[in-house]
């Protein structure tokens, strides 16, 4: 596959919309995530060898072009402070924030 042939595309029907690599239902914001992170572009397909690194890159141009609304989705991605080391129940749902 080239680069070219990678291509980002949005669709109401998968992840409400949000931006995906075609054919695979990876968000660009799971691409950008992972990348924020530290881990070099060479190695997320190690992690999601569903992907080819073109579509890495593919992903990772799109996010650079479109970081104003890229990022809010990977702050509304964000598991909030008060609940780091609470268990979910899932008959009662997510713990309540604390105030």
Not at 1 to 27: L, Q, Y
Not at 28 to 55: F, T
Not at 60 to 89: E, F, V
């Amino acid at each position: 596959m080239t680069i070219a042939a990678a291509k980002i595309i949005s669709d109401p029907a998968i992840h409400r919309g949000e931006p995906v690599i075609e054919g695979t239902s990876t968000t660009v914001r799971a691409i950008a995530e992972l990348w924020n992170q530290g881990m070099p572009a060479e190695e997320i397909p190690l992690h999601l060898p569903h992907l080819e690194l073109a579509h890495v890159f593919e992903a990772l141009r799109y996010y650079l072009t479109n970081r104003d609304a890229i990022d809010p989705l990977i702050s509304a991605n964000q598991i909030p402070d008060s609940w780091h080391g609470k268990r979910w129940d899932p008959e009662k749902g997510p713990p309540e924030p604390e105030n």
